[in-house]
């Protein structure tokens, strides 16, 4: 047939055209009865799939099933087996809590046990001009608080008369450096940046004798306990006093100017200098309080070898059995002028991981040395902030000695301290942890600072001439640290490091750390310094 032909689900077949109709027989007699009318009825396929979707069981229905027995055991089981591993979840829990080492307590910390402090002694020499003063000052603060340290000790700066007791008034500013409202405004700055402020009160600053003659003492010590309570109450954060060894009868000066500074605030600080090296004396001195702040060149004594700092440090922190210390060369000079410059940055990373407050001169971020002639003592250099000629200098400035040049170099010795000040100030190991002296190769000191659930330092110092292997693998430590910094260019920060053939170079120090749990099972190492660092004889490192 030529077409397709559609036809209604129920037709009948009169009703299709003529040639499509089914064959008639032929008419006559012949040809029997007519076919006659046949319904045909096509299924729809739609309707009948409609119908046979599956609609779900009824509320009826499902209640019905619900309370078969089946489903009532099954039920309960699964609420059983719930039951049983919330409980057993709830008891690995409890377990773990009662067998994990309890929290330690954070120690009790003044502002000054948080950073490093940075000693300003002259402003002239600091802000690098011929008239430098305190209006110049606060234009630097910015760039203090890029150094991340915790406060300024600034001066003297008081009306001193060379050796003129009576043309000394230490409550009154020089005029050559600016008035008490300029001061004012340093301290605001200062404030909102986070950085408090020392006022040095030395007395004879400008005279032979710090403190004049010994027959004027007592008049001294008036001036003194009049001028530290009014320049608390005027906002200073504490006072320095430098040179103590030679004012007579300092303990019991010491003592009453300490009680007068702690009346008026526990948050207010009294910093003592000596140029003393000897342990004995120095003890003399902080025998005054456990609160008392001294700086002294006693580490000046070490030799500049590992050996020796190690016996230095070891036996400071032992006989000043839990106070807090402070670590300096010097009680004002700069640290190039005292420690050769290869170990510069060695001591840099020193006295920055050491357990207690660093104290630095303007200039020490930088390298700057202090430059003498023959015959007459030595004075602050000026600040080389940019690549000029400067005073103390007989031409131009090479660009990586200033600030200016080393601001950008992330191995300049710049930003090496600026690294290290702010992390002395955010890890709780190198703020208030313990300390762990490591037994390692010859002309190296090596130690541990750590606190408590974090993460531990490692610090190795090579103060020798030749490259050195650690051998710290039977130290208790775990297989690998991750190197944080080394104080000489070519290794990468993040790399690890394997303790078991950890080699140095020459005069290079590295600032490894590694977490809590590095090794199951590690022996205990002994804590070599017991103080505010540590709470026993053995703490695990682990």
Not at 62 to 71: E, R, Y
Not at 126 to 144: I, N, S, T
Not at 491 to 504: P, Q
Request: overall charge negative; charged content about 20%.
């Amino acid at each position: 047939m030529g077409q397709d032909i559609k036809v209604d689900p129920e037709v009948e077949l009169s009703e299709l055209e003529a040639e499509t109709q089914p064959m008639n027989a032929a008419s006559g007699p012949a040809s029997g009865t007519e076919n006659g009318p046949v319904k045909i009825k096509v299924a729809n396929e739609e309707t009948e799939a409609e119908t046979a979707k599956f609609t779900g069981l009824s509320k009826q229905e499902l209640l019905k099933v619900a309370n078969n027995p089946g489903w009532v055991r099954t039920r309960w089981a699964l609420l059983l087996v719930l039951c049983v591993g919330w409980l057993g979840m709830l008891a690995q829990a409890v377990v773990i809590i009662m067998r994990a080492p309890p929290c330690r307590e954070l120690p009790e910390q003044s502002w000054c046990h948080t950073g490093a402090l940075y000693r300003i002694g002259d402003l002239q020499a600091f802000q690098g001009k011929d008239a430098g003063d305190l209006a110049g000052l606060k234009e630097h603060v910015p760039y203090l608080s890029a150094l991340k340290v915790k406060a300024l000790v600034l001066g003297p700066i008081h009306k001193n008369q060379k050796d003129d007791i009576d043309g000394t008034n230490l409550e009154q500013i020089d005029p050559t450096f600016g008035s008490k409202e300029d001061l004012d405004t340093v301290l605001q700055s200062a404030k909102k940046k986070g950085l408090r402020v020392i006022l040095d009160l030395t007395p004879n600053y400008r005279g032979q004798q710090s403190w004049f003659l010994p027959s004027q003492s007592a008049t001294v010590a008036t001036k003194m306990r009049d001028a530290l309570q009014f320049w608390l109450q005027a906002g200073v954060d504490g006072v320095q006093i430098r040179d103590v060894e030679s004012l007579w009868g300092a303990p019991s000066y010491l003592a009453e100017w300490h009680n007068v500074t702690k009346n008026f605030s526990e948050d207010r600080l009294l910093i003592a200098g000596t140029e003393l090296s000897s342990l004995e004396e120095i003890l003399r001195l902080l025998a005054v309080s456990r609160d008392l702040l001294l700086t002294s060149s006693y580490l000046s004594a070490s030799g500049f070898t590992g050996k020796e700092t190690e016996e230095l440090v070891t036996q400071y922190l032992n006989a000043t059995d839990n106070r807090w210390c402070s670590w300096s060369l010097s009680q004002v000079g700069l640290l190039a002028s005292v420690v050769p410059a290869h170990l510069l940055r060695l001591y840099h990373l020193l006295l920055f991981t050491l357990p207690g407050t660093p104290v630095f001169s303007s200039g020490d971020e930088i390298g700057l040395k202090a430059a003498a002639l023959p015959g007459q003592p030595a004075k602050a250099p000026v600040m080389l902030w940019g690549g000029s000629s400067s005073a103390n200098t007989s031409g131009p400035v090479s660009s990586n000695l200033t600030v200016q040049g080393q601001d950008g170099d992330p191995n300049s010795l710049l930003s090496l301290f600026r690294r290290l000040s702010d992390l002395r100030g955010k890890e709780r190991a190198l703020l208030h942890g313990d300390f762990h002296v490591l037994s390692s190769g010859p002309d190296l000191f090596s130690y541990v600072r750590q606190w408590d659930q974090n993460k531990r330092f490692l610090v190795v110092l090579n103060f020798g001439d030749v490259p050195q292997a650690a051998r710290l693998g039977a130290s208790g430590l775990p297989a690998e640290a991750e190197l944080l910094l080394s104080t000489h260019p070519g290794r990468k920060e993040g790399d690890r490091v394997e303790l078991d053939h950890l080699s140095l170079k020459p005069h290079e120090g590295l600032l490894l750390h590694f977490p809590r749990r590095g090794l199951t099972g590690a022996p205990a190492l002994p804590l070599r310094c017991p103080g505010p660092w540590g709470s026993g004889s053995f703490l695990s490192l682990f």
